[in-house]
Every structure is written in structure tokens, then in C-alpha cells.
């Protein structure tokens, strides 16, 4: 389990928080996330959807990034 929050907002500008996310299990990012940031103490591993293409990208504890076009992630899963 990762302890801490994992905060992202999406196209939308709508802001969400998952709160000591489970390792291991996938997560939807609701409409796409533009920005993150992990506040966890765990890696979060960044994708998008089977069949939607593109590369996972890894934010490390602490790290934030931002996102726009066709790379914007739709999933996350936490080590």
C-alpha cells in the first residue's frame, strides 16, 4: 500500500485525490489527468488504457508532471 495522497486534475480541470492507494491495482484517471502529483511514498506508474497506444511513464514520490494531446494518462498503478 502506498501512504500518502496522489493528486491529479483532468482536461476538465475537475481535481481528484486518492488516498493511500493498494499497490499493484489499476486505477481509472476520470477524464484524463493533465497534471499529477504523487505525495505518496511509492512509484506511480502512469498509462493509458489496452488498445489507446502509448508508453507508461513512472513519478516517483514527491515528483509531479504535466500532460496534454494523445500523451495524457488515463490509468495509474502504484508499486
Same mark, same amino acid.
Given at each position: 500500500?502506498? +501512504?500518502?495522497? @496522489?493528486?491529479? &486534475?483532468?482536461?476538465?480541470?475537475?481535481?481528484?485525490?486518492?488516498?493511500?492507494?493498494?499497490?499493484?491495482?489499476? @486505477? +481509472?484517471?476520470?477524464?484524463?489527468?493533465?497534471?499529477?502529483? =504523487?505525495? %505518496? =511514498? #511509492?512509484?506511480? %506508474?502512469?498509462?493509458? %488504457? %489496452?488498445?489507446?497506444?502509448?508508453?507508461?511513464?513512472? &513519478?516517483?514520490?514527491? #515528483?509531479?508532471?504535466? @500532460?496534454?494531446?494523445?500523451?495524457?494518462?488515463?490509468?495509474? &498503478? @502504484?508499486?
Amino acid at each position: 500500500m502506498a +501512504t500518502g495522497d @496522489f493528486v491529479y &486534475i483532468n482536461a476538465s480541470g475537475d481535481d481528484f485525490t486518492l488516498r493511500d492507494p493498494p499497490s499493484g491495482q489499476r @486505477f +481509472t484517471l476520470v477524464g484524463g489527468a493533465t497534471l499529477v502529483l =504523487n505525495q %505518496t =511514498n #511509492a512509484s506511480a %506508474t502512469l498509462g493509458r %488504457t %489496452t488498445g489507446r497506444g502509448g508508453s507508461e511513464l513512472v &513519478i516517483y514520490p514527491g #515528483a509531479s508532471g504535466s @500532460f496534454g494531446g494523445a500523451a495524457v494518462p488515463d490509468l495509474v &498503478i @502504484f508499486d
